[in-house]
Each structure stands twice: as C-alpha cells, then as structure tokens.
C-alpha cells in the first residue's frame, strides 16, 4: 500500500487544518494512524482509527481538539486539527497497520509526510 499526505501549510495559533491521506489501494482492513516529527525530536504518536467500527484513539495532548476519518470508499483517512498550537508543529505522517495503537512498529506502511507549522 502506497500512502500520500497532503494538506499541511503554515497557520497561526488557533487556526485549523485538515490534513488527508489517499491509500493507493483498498484500506479498509487496515488501522490509519497519523504521526508526527517535530525538529529535534522522535516521532511520536498522533492518533489511529480503528478498521471497522471506527475507534479512535488518541494522544493525550491533540484530545478534543485532533480528529480522524476515514472514507473506505474513496481510501482516505483524513485528520481534522483545530485550535492549532506552536506545539503542534512537525511533519505530519499517516500510516497504516494492523493494531490500534500508539506504537509505531504496528504500522507496516508509511506515507511521506507533510509539513505543518503553526506560528504564535
């Protein structure tokens, strides 16, 4: 499975951002996590959907204002961010896998990523 992100920019605090990723084949067995890479640091768990009833699960810091979708229909895992912080800047990555879970060796595909910067 070949992933492409899209939808990263530049926003100031408080501003929103969808970001999407386009599977280039059937995904709907598959968990869809999203990730991210801030400069300096490892990546780190974002959230994941569940492949059938669509369970979320989320990191501590994005809850209440991060979301995931997901349309099988169209392959596409989509992460709505709102009330952006500065915190929040990194390269953004989504991937898929078989587990929900925030560990990053469950998840057997990766897309490339994209950028999102969020100024004060």
């Known amino acids: 499975v070949q992933l492409q992100a899209s939808g990263g920019g530049s926003v100031q605090a408080g501003g929103s951002l969808r970001l999407s990723c386009v599977a280039s084949r059937r995904t709907s067995n598959y968990v869809m996590g999203w990730f991210r890479r801030a400069p300096g640091k490892e990546r780190e768990f974002v959230g994941a959907?569940?492949?059938?009833?669509?369970?979320?699960l989320y990191t501590e810091s994005v809850k209440g204002r991060f979301a995931i979708f997901r349309d099988d229909a169209k392959n596409t895992v989509d992460l709505q961010m709102n009330s952006l912080r500065p915190g929040d800047t990194a390269v953004y990555y989504c991937?898929?896998?078989?587990?929900?879970?925030?560990?990053?060796?469950?998840?057997?595909?990766w897309g490339q990523g994209t950028q999102v910067t969020v100024s004060s």
């Open positions: 959907i569940s492949s059938s009833v669509g369970y979320t």
């Open positions: 991937a898929a896998g078989g587990v929900v879970s925030g560990d990053d060796t469950t998840y057997h595909y």
